[in-house]
T-cell receptor
């Protein structure tokens, strides 16, 4: 079974802090994704990556950056956290010609 | 660029009843997928239907796709309390490659 893990289930940070959200998958997937999920808005794509050191902007990249130094790991970085970045963050991966995405359990981030 | 829109937003039924959720989308697609999310968790893939398919079954799930109307429906037969979750449709738009575009979801509540 594909396993996608996220470094934290719950995170509380202060405004202005730099925040790192880590995602690791164990199936050698080429493609990895970061979404944020907010009530009434569904899932929105922040960034995705097709390969190591490759990244593409999604629909809402402002205020975020990403890093993919190793194939199995995709990090989402909030350079200076703001209260409007309080949200549920979901990581997903896919690869090997598959079209379905495998999701991690999510990180619920609260920015105070 | 929200592609899929689920309808209804919320649905409450009794155990044993059928639940039908609908999804409409805007542009041409390669496939349409349905995902399920239990409260506070990541998404789990349920079923994928390709643009050249009209109907697909998986256990108690039945998915239909009408590309002329740009719509899909998910039917859960003989629902159980354990089916209580949010359900999302996601489209794989040709231009987006492997990035999926998710709708806002239907929240299903099944009471015993």
């Amino acid at each position: 079974d594909v396993k996608v893990t996220q470094s934290s289930r719950y995170l509380v940070k202060r405004t202005g802090e730099k925040v790192f959200l880590e995602c690791v998958q164990d199936m050698d997937h080429e493609n990895m994704f970061w979404y944020r999920q907010d009530p009434g808005l569904g899932l929105r794509l922040i960034y995705f990556s097709y390969d190591v050191k490759m990244k593409e902007k999604g629909d809402i990249p402002e205020g975020y950056s990403v890093s993919r130094e190793k194939k199995e790991r995709f990090s989402l970085i909030l350079e200076s956290a703001s209260t409007n970045q309080t949200s549920m963050y979901l990581c997903a991966s896919t690869g090997g010609g598959q079209e379905t995405q495998y999701f991690g359990p999510g990180t619920r981030l609260l920015v105070l | 660029s929200q592609q899929g829109e689920e309808d209804p937003q919320a649905l409450s039924i009794q155990e044993g009843e059928n639940a039908t959720m609908n999804c409409s989308y805007k542009t041409s697609i390669n496939n349409l997928q349905w995902y399920r999310q239990n409260s506070g968790r990541g998404l789990v893939h349920l079923i994928l239907i390709r643009s050249n398919e009209r109907e697909k079954h998986s256990g108690r799930l039945r998915v239909t796709l009408d590309t002329s109307k740009k719509s899909s429906s998910l039917l859960i037969t003989a629902s159980r309390a354990a089916d209580t979750a949010s359900y999302f449709c996601a489209t794989d738009a040709s231009q987006a490659g492997t990035a999926l575009i998710f709708g806002k979801g239907t929240t299903l509540s099944v009471s015993s």
